[in-house]
Structure formats: C-alpha cells, structure tokens
C-alpha cells in the first residue's frame, strides 16, 4: 500500500515537459521480462536521424555516456551496459545514449540533431511528455499487488496513461531462429524470466540450462569452468548476452529473437513522429 500510494502521486503530481521532439517511450507495468529491447528494435531500426536512449542498469559508468555514434561504438559494455550495447550493435543508424537523467541526454540528442527519441523503459517518467507503447505480457499475472508484494511497478490500472497497449501474441510476436546451432549446447543466459526461453528451445539438444541473474556481469573464468564441467560443442545464449561474451574466444551459439509489430501499431508511431508539431 505504502509503494503504491507512492507511485499514485508521483503520477498525479508531475507536470510533464514538453521538449519539442518527438519522444517514443516503450515500456512496461511489471518488472522486466516483457521485450523492451527488442521491441524497440524492430520498431526503430527503419528510422534514421534517430536517438536511443536508456538509463543503461548495471553499467560501471555513471554520468552522461554515447555508447554510439551511428554504428560507432565508443565504449566497452562494462560501461555501458549489455542493454544500451545491443542497442549499438542493432542500430547502426542511431544515436544511443545512457544516462539517470533521461531530459538531459534528451536534450543532448537535440543539440545533434537528432529528430526523434526513443526511451527505453520510460512509461514512469512522467515528467517528460511522451508517446506511450506500454507492453503486454500473453498471460496476465494472477497476483495483481504492486512491489514487493506482487510483480507491478505500478497499478495495473495505468494502463489506461499508455497511447497504445500492446499485447503479446495479438499486437506484436516473438520470432526466433538459432544461428551456429551445433549437438551439444550449454544454455548460458542472465535475462530476466529466462525460463520463457525454453519454449523455443524443446528441440534443441542442450547438455545444461545455466541461468545468472538478470544483468550478470559475466568473466572468463566462470565460463571456462561451466565448460570444463560440461564439455558443449557450444555456448547458446541471447544477443544480449553475447555482447558480454563475444570477447572470450568462444564458440556461440546464437538465440536470435525478432519482434514483429502489427502494422496499426507502426502506422500510429509514424504519424506521431512525421507530423509532430504540425497541428
């Protein structure tokens, strides 16, 4: 009760600032797990001139950091975090930028010209006036508490705030396909809610499921030792996590999920965008 009444004026009590551009923000009601990052993907990778931008959780950085420059990395992933350096590998004609202070790098991105935002995780930034995907788990959580007595950040009625609501398996769809695919696998992965993998993943021939927790800062050493015990032909693991493991000389095996958006859904993002300001 105390979390929520919290929340409920935080809602009620920001004034929202408008910052002259248009600003997409993908988000969800519950913690992680929802398809955030690939969502905003599929959705930003046929835009140019564009920013993305993140608090980039867990990063050993702490100010204002360009993890990118149009396909240009400049920084490591330890700074920049694995989910702001999948967003540079994946947008090669963005902008990415993680920073606490969203309406600072916002304001950032403006002075670089940049003509549309996108906001990963923002639906609760309620001072920054803002376009709203919220995102829709397929099974709806039969606990419907916010934290820590239940999975929601926040009333499961704001949904009501969002522009769109997007459900999983009616509005948008998981496509997954393996690349390098070998005999004997060893499922490595540290996403929030990894068991939802294993759906696509029944008739894979994996030797171990190691799960880390959400975010987990790999090293060599665990890796080798996780091999040692299981001998795999190769490591399967996410694109998230790969960009945390592709330094250590290993054989990857790749999960590779795609998100496909229904075209209502792309078609209300692009008027938003393409006649922003105009009326």
Same mark, same amino acid.
């Given at each position: ?12 009590l920001?004034?929202s600032k408008?910052l ?21 993907i ?7 001139n564009i920013a ?11 100010e204002?950091?360009?993890?990118s420059?149009?396909?240009d990395?400049k920084c490591s992933?330890?700074d920049s975090?694995?989910?702001a350096?999948?967003?540079a590998k ?6 990415? =930028?993680v920073?606490k202070?969203?309406? /600072?790098?916002?304001e950032? !991105? #403006?002075?670089?010209? %940049?003509? &549309?935002?996108?906001l990963?995780?923002a ?19 039969k606990n419907?508490f916010? =934290?820590?007595s239940g999975?929601?950040? /926040?009333?499961k009625?704001? !949904? #009501?705030?969002a522009? %769109?609501v &997007? ?8 496509v997954v396909?393996i690349?390098n695919?070998t005999?004997k ?10 068991q939802?993998?294993?759906n696509?993943?029944?008739? /894979? ?5 190691i799960?880390?927790?959400?975010h ?9 030792k996780l ?6 032909t190769?490591i399967?693991?996410t694109?998230k996590?790969a960009?945390k493991l592709e330094?250590?000389?290993?054989n990857?095996?790749i999960?590779?999920?795609d998100?496909?958006i229904?075209?209502?859904?792309k078609d209300k993002v ?10």
């Amino acid at each position: 009760m105390l979390y929520c009444i919290v929340v409920i004026l935080k809602r009620y009590l920001a004034k929202s600032k408008e910052l002259h551009i248009p600003i997409v923000s993908i988000g969800n009601l519950t913690l992680g797990g929802s398809g955030k990052t690939p969502f905003t993907i599929s959705l930003a990778k046929d835009r140019k001139n564009i920013a993305v931008i993140l608090r980039g959780y867990k990063r050993e950085s702490k100010e204002l950091l360009i993890v990118s420059r149009y396909g240009d990395i400049k920084c490591s992933v330890q700074d920049s975090g694995d989910e702001a350096m999948l967003y540079a590998k994946s947008l090669p004609n963005a902008l990415v =930028i993680v920073c606490k202070d969203r309406i /600072e790098a916002i304001e950032y !991105a #403006k002075k670089e010209g %940049i003509k &549309a935002i996108f906001l990963d995780d923002a639906f609760h930034r309620h001072e920054i006036k803002k376009f709203d995907i919220l995102l829709e788990p397929k099974d709806e959580y039969k606990n419907s508490f916010c =934290i820590p007595s239940g999975p929601y950040r /926040e009333p499961k009625s704001f !949904a #009501k705030y969002a522009d %769109i609501v &997007a459900k999983e398996d009616i509005d948008f769809h998981r496509v997954v396909k393996i690349t390098n695919k070998t005999d004997k696998m060893l499922l490595v992965t540290a996403i929030s809610k990894p068991q939802r993998l294993e759906n696509f993943l029944q008739k /894979e021939n994996l030797v171990a499921k190691i799960y880390f927790q959400d975010h987990h800062p790999y090293t060599k050493d665990e890796i080798k030792k996780l091999i040692k015990r299981y001998n795999p032909t190769s490591i399967l693991t996410t694109r998230k996590d790969a960009v945390k493991l592709e330094d250590f000389d290993l054989n990857l095996s790749i999960i590779e999920l795609d998100i496909k958006i229904d075209d209502a859904i792309k078609d209300k993002v692009d008027d938003f965008i393409d006649n922003f300001g105009k009326f």
